[in-house]
């Protein structure tokens, strides 16, 4: 079994930044890939982006790019996401996802799930 759990959410004006972590423990070597999630109100829960534990980091959706940055400290068993120009349309609960094969797009190639850590950006 993985644990995840999320720290760095609140609230933050239009244009500002804030650094999400996922702390993962447990049987951490099962884990092949993290990946960040999100849901707005209202909204499904879409894929944000992943690495793998080799570094290879890629971005789901279009509007987080050049934006946001997933990196990872493999010794502290983290997952950062570095939000920047923060907009409105950002605001959702983030999750940490972890999988022991493959990131993607899809909710269910992930075997655990954090609790989620709300984002509240404000114009």
């Known amino acids: 079994q993985v644990q995840l759990v999320e720290s760095g959410g609140g609230s933050v004006q239009a244009g500002g930044s804030l650094r999400l972590s996922c702390v993962r423990s447990?049987?951490?070597?099962?884990?092949?890939?993290m990946a960040w999630f999100r849901q707005a109100p209202g909204s499904e829960r879409e894929g944000v982006a992943r690495?793998?534990?080799?570094?290879?980091?890629?971005y789901f959706a279009d509007s987080v790019k050049g934006r946001f940055t997933i990196s990872q400290d493999n010794k502290e068993n983290t997952v950062y996401l570095q939000v920047n120009s923060a907009r409105s349309e950002d605001t959702a609960i983030y999750y940490c996802?972890?999988?022991?094969?493959?990131?993607?797009?899809?909710?269910?190639?992930?075997?655990?799930w954090g609790q989620g850590t709300q984002v509240t950006v404000s114009s």
């Open positions: 447990g049987s951490t070597y099962e884990v092949n890939c």
């Open positions: 690495i793998y534990r080799n570094g290879d980091a890629s």
């Open positions: 996802a972890a999988s022991r094969r493959m990131c993607n797009r899809d909710n269910a190639s992930y075997n655990y």
